[in-house]
Each structure stands twice: as C-alpha cells, then as structure tokens.
C-alpha cells in the first residue's frame, strides 16, 4: 500500500519512491493494425535486489503514435536514468527521431531467442525480486500475468518481451543466459504458465489463450513460483 511517498509491502517493510531507480522498456511494432503485434512501454523501478513494474502502455500504434508515447510515459516518469528500447520493427527510427529530445535512449539489440531471454529471468523471480501492482488497482496486470502464462505458445508475447528486456538490462552486469533444454534447475511441475495460472485463479482471473493448452510440458520458461508475485499500491495512488 502507499503511504505517504513510500511503498508499503505486505510484512511492513517499505520503500521510498524516490529512492528508485527508474528505467523504461519499449518492444516496438511496425502498424496498427489490427492484427499487427502490440506496443508495451514498461516503467521499472529498481530498489536493491527489487524490481518494481511501475506502470505500463500497451496499444497498436503506428510510428506517430509510438513517438507520442514514447514522450508522453517519459515526461510522466521525468526521474528515468535509461530508456531501452528494442532495435527492431520502429525501434531505430524512433530514437534516431527522439534522441535529441530525450536523453538516455538505448537501442537494445538482443543475441538470443525470446524463450533463453525469459529463462534468464528465472533467478529474479525466484528469489521474489519481481513486484507486480494490484489488479484492483492497474487491471492490464491480469493481462501482463496471463501472457507470461501462455508464453512461448500464446498469441502474442510483446509484453514478455519488454519485461525480459527491462530485467536483463537491469542487472547491470554481465547475464549468462543459458539455453532452458540444457538447465535442469527448473523442475517441471513449475512450469510458468502453470504458476501464472495459479496467479490467476487466486485473483479471480481465468486463463483466455487457449494456445496454452498445447503447451509442451517443460517449456514453460517463466517459473514464477507461487506467491511471488506480490501485489503493491503504486505511486499517484491513494
């Protein structure tokens, strides 16, 4: 909960808000269509070992619009130190338009796959680093948790993919991301989708990707284990 300038976890330890260091993580698109990919645009904050999603753009845009965001989630977050930004799709052209504009735009052009992307993850979350807000309070979380679910078979994956993108890069070092079919640390009864499921269920939600149910077992690369993802009050709410 939120009190005062500070973010109140559910055992009463706390967080100032201004003590976070902020970071942005676009995954880009070309059109906005309707059957083009989304455009996700996620504030982070960083506290220690934490890792605070903050808030979130999500929509079909085509390359106005995405510069419009672009400068509309940068001016409502003016402390942000790092704006990554993929270096696909409208990704180039955008900080090639803006960079003169916004200070701390970084192309960001990742080696691996989507899938050894997320599973380099897995430590962070884990650990119980990642802080997600409450659904009653930001509904496009339900969303965000029920993609990670389906991911890798879901319908789309632009949010994975920003989420992947900010907690990599906020690591601040060296990642050595590993490909998931040659680590056996995951036990497959944690699969993520299985545990984004369970997430779901406890806040009311359901899975709607079906696709999910094709899901190969031990796939899954997205192990959040159960209670992990813990609800918090963003800031701006009372």
């Not at 706390?14 to 059957?35: G, N, P, Y």
């Amino acid at each position: 909960r939120r009190v005062g300038d500070r973010l109140v976890r559910p055992d009463g330890s706390s967080v100032e808000v201004a003590s976070l260091r902020i970071s942005q993580s676009w995954d880009l698109a070309f059109k906005d269509k309707a059957t083009s990919d989304w455009v996700v645009g996620q504030v982070w904050g960083a506290h220690g070992a934490d890792r605070f999603l903050l808030a979130q753009v999500r929509d079909r845009m085509d390359f106005v619009a995405t510069k419009r965001a672009v400068r509309q989630l940068r001016a409502a977050w003016p402390s942000t130190e790092a704006t990554w930004i993929e270096d696909k799709a409208n990704g180039p052209a955008i900080i090639a338009e803006l960079r003169r504009e916004i200070s701390g735009l970084v192309p960001h052009n990742p080696k691996e796959s989507k899938e050894a992307r997320a599973w380099a993850t897995q430590g962070d979350l884990e650990a119980g680093s990642v802080w997600l807000p409450a659904p009653e309070d930001e509904p496009w979380v339900r969303d965000f948790v029920e993609e990670c679910a389906a991911f890798p078979n879901g319908s789309h994956d632009d949010q994975v993919d920003a989420f992947t993108q900010a907690i990599l890069r906020m690591r601040r070092g060296t990642t050595e991301i590993r490909r998931p079919e040659k680590d056996p640390g995951m036990p497959r009864r944690q699969a993520g989708h299985q545990i984004f499921e369970g997430w779901l269920r406890e806040n009311g939600g359901r899975l709607r990707d079906r696709k999910t149910a094709r899901h190969a077992p031990g796939r899954a690369l997205i192990p959040f284990p159960q209670g992990r993802i813990t609800p918090i009050i963003l800031p701006g709410r009372q």
